[in-house]
């Protein structure tokens, strides 16, 4: 049976403060080599996740910003793509949530009927989100490059914010920096199913992975065969809703690395 690895970016695949992945790229090599698809999930951006595949020699399709959308190669699948897709570059995109003008739409119109005050990607210079994320220039200018979400930086949020956010058909995702608003029909888990459609339709039955670092990162873990959960810098796991994953015994991408050689390597282990 073909197997498939979904991962999750920052504080997985990439060190959560550096966003380096000198430590996960011989796992990632191992997979390359047996070609096995590595399938970024995270909140990143499409020219944010792009520079890491080509950085890692990665092309498979990817879903970006929480399960926004999912990004595939054209002809990368056989058969005909049985979903609505638009063409951008040289992918097909099946979108899951809403264009990121409708969300900033809300989002503005929110503070001033709320009278609050926060700075979203959109309110503030490049400069001063490479400084806010720790980030360069070039990263930065690419991390603002959203297509279905906004992230609120810095500033105050009420309760209210929330009610009312939800009572327009989007939500809030806490992640490991700051607050991301996606539509309400933005999911990890439902894109991670669209695609496991189409593998399934190319290739017949397949068995998926997992790998994640954060509460975030639940929705994947419900969507796969098998979930690992990496520690996070402190060295503690994330309080799962339910404890579903399998604990990895590392932290960021030193535990990917070792969910990779624990759960896919066994097969491959002679060929290490
Ligand atoms: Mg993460």
Same mark, same amino acid.
């Given at each position: 049976?073909?197997?498939?690895?979904?991962?999750?970016?920052?504080?997985?695949?990439?060190?959560?403060?550096?966003?380096? =992945?000198?430590?996960?790229?011989?796992?990632?090599?191992?997979?390359?080599?047996? &070609?096995?698809?590595?399938?970024?999930?995270?909140?990143?951006?499409?020219?944010?996740?792009?520079?890491?595949?080509?950085?890692?020699?990665? %092309?498979?399709?990817?879903?970006?910003?929480?399960?926004?959308?999912?990004?595939?190669?054209?002809?990368?699948?056989?058969?005909?793509?049985?979903?609505?897709?638009? %063409?951008?570059?040289?992918?097909?995109?099946?979108?899951?949530?809403?264009?990121?003008?409708?969300?900033?739409?809300?989002?503005?119109?929110? #503070?001033?009927?709320?009278?609050?005050?926060?700075?979203?990607?959109?309110?503030?210079?490049?400069?001063?989100?490479?400084?806010?994320?720790?980030?360069?220039?070039?990263?930065? #200018?690419?991390?603002?490059?959203?297509?279905?979400?906004?992230?609120?930086?810095?500033?105050?949020?009420?309760?209210?914010?929330?009610? &009312?956010?939800?009572?327009?058909?989007?939500?809030?995702?806490?992640?490991?920096?700051?607050?991301?608003?996606?539509?309400?029909?933005? %999911?990890?888990?439902?894109?991670?199913?669209?695609?496991?459609?189409?593998?399934?339709?190319?290739?017949?039955?397949?068995?998926?992975?997992?790998?994640?670092?954060?509460?975030?990162? =639940?929705?994947?873990?419900?969507?796969?065969?098998?979930?690992?959960?990496?520690?996070?810098?402190?060295?503690?796991?994330?309080?799962?809703?339910?404890?579903?994953? #399998?604990?990895?015994?590392?932290?960021?991408?030193?535990?990917?690395?070792?969910?990779?050689?624990?759960?896919?390597?066994?097969? %491959?282990?002679?060929?290490?």
């Amino acid at each position: 049976m073909k197997k498939i690895v979904f991962t999750d970016l920052d504080g997985t695949l990439l060190d959560l403060k550096s966003y380096s =992945y000198a430590r996960s790229r011989e796992a990632v090599e191992f997979l390359q080599n047996r &070609e096995i698809p590595l399938v970024f999930c995270s909140s990143k951006a499409r020219a944010e996740q792009l520079a890491y595949q080509e950085a890692l020699g990665v %092309h498979h399709p990817f879903i970006v910003e929480n399960g926004s959308a999912i990004y595939i190669p054209k002809g990368y699948f056989k058969q005909p793509i049985p979903f609505n897709t638009y %063409h951008i570059n040289q992918f097909e995109v099946i979108v899951v949530g809403e264009p990121v003008e409708t969300i900033r739409e809300a989002i503005a119109n929110l #503070r001033e009927n709320l009278r609050l005050s926060f700075l979203c990607y959109c309110d503030l210079p490049a400069e001063e989100v490479s400084m806010y994320l720790g980030m360069d220039l070039n990263s930065a #200018r690419r991390a603002m490059q959203r297509e279905f979400s906004e992230s609120i930086l810095q500033g105050s949020l009420s309760q209210r914010f929330f009610m &009312e956010l939800d009572k327009v058909g989007f939500r809030s995702i806490p992640g490991s920096r700051f607050q991301t608003i996606v539509s309400k029909q933005a %999911h990890k888990g439902r894109a991670i199913e669209l695609l496991l459609k189409l593998y399934e339709q190319e290739w017949g039955e397949v068995w998926s992975y997992g790998i994640g670092d954060h509460v975030n990162d =639940y929705e994947m873990f419900k969507a796969v065969n098998e979930p690992a959960l990496v520690q996070r810098p402190n060295g503690e796991w994330a309080v799962l809703e339910e404890p579903c994953a #399998r604990l990895i015994n590392a932290i960021g991408p030193e535990g990917f690395s070792q969910a990779v050689y624990a759960m896919v390597g066994p097969q %491959h282990r002679q060929a290490v």
